[in-house]
């Protein structure tokens, strides 16, 4: 199974940029779905997470400022990001839990994509 990301950029305070993910592979089904970010001497953190039937969870930080979303016939996930800040830049990294048929039996991955860069300038 492979994640890839796409979108990142450099953008000024207050600008928007779309994120897209699109997992590949012998993929049977994929539960949630999310993206992760990485400020540099920092730890990763959750941005937001998406389950297979939509429902979606939010980190504070993000929280009425960014979008999660997936199409499920196209295994992407999407993050809108909206009245971006200087905070926000950081590697963004796009994960799911995908399920894969090996030997006949269902097996859960935790897939993760590259990371893609978003700059904020302020």
């Known amino acids: 199974v492979q994640l890839q990301a796409f979108g990142g950029g450099l953008v000024q305070a207050g600008g928007s940029l779309r994120l897209s993910c699109a997992a590949s592979?012998?993929?049977?089904?994929?539960?949630?779905m999310g993206w992760y970010r990485q400020a540099p001497g920092k730890e990763r953190e959750l941005v937001a997470t998406i389950t297979s039937g939509g429902s979606t969870n939010y980190a504070d930080s993000v929280k009425g400022r960014f979008t999660i979303s997936r199409d499920n016939n196209k295994n992407t996930v999407y993050l809108h990001m909206n009245s971006l800040k200087p905070e926000d830049t950081a590697f963004y990294y796009c994960?799911?839990?995908?399920?894969?048929?090996?030997?006949?039996?269902?097996?859960?991955?935790?897939?993760w994509g590259q990371g893609t860069l978003v700059t904020v300038s302020s």
């Open positions: 592979g012998s993929i049977f089904s994929i539960n949630d």
């Open positions: 994960n799911a839990d995908t399920v894969v048929v090996v030997g006949g039996s269902f097996n859960h991955l935790d897939s």
